[in-house]
């Protein structure tokens, strides 16, 4: 299985923008679709955003869509998930995931559901304050 450590979280203002990223090890990176999820103080775990194994298929949550990018690079063995216009309501811990699960139909639904993936990271915290 493929582990995951991420970093990058730290404490920002509303309105910044802010990077974290995941290192991957173990198993063959490339064929493993990534995925970061959060999950904020008192609530469900959230599904972030996607991208399949070669990184060309992205899937964004709504809450974030147009202000979170994902970026997978194989030859790194890293995801990045690049964070703009902050808001106070983005405030979570930050996880990172792999699965071979393709983000595509049900295959979607299941990364969007954050069930029965592979591999997950240990967490990064981010703290957007006004």
């Known amino acids: 299985q493929v582990q995951l450590v991420e970093s990058g979280g730290r404490l920002v203002q509303a309105g910044d923008s802010l990077r974290l990223s995941c290192a991957a090890s173990g198993r063959t990176f490339s064929n493993y679709a990534v995925g970061w999820f959060r999950r904020a103080p008192g609530k469900e775990r959230e599904f972030v955003a996607v991208?399949?194994?070669?990184?060309?298929?992205?899937y964004y949550s709504d809450s974030v869509k147009g202000r979170f990018t994902i970026s997978k690079d194989n030859a790194k063995n890293t995801v990045s998930l690049q964070m703009n216009s902050l808001k106070l309501e983005d405030t979570a811990v930050y996880y990172c995931a792999a699965d071979r699960t393709h983000p595509v139909g049900t295959g979607r639904d299941s990364w969007t559901r954050g069930s029965a993936l592979g591999a997950w990271g240990q967490g990064t915290l981010v703290t957007v304050s006004s």
């Open positions: 991208a399949s194994w070669s990184g060309t298929i992205t």
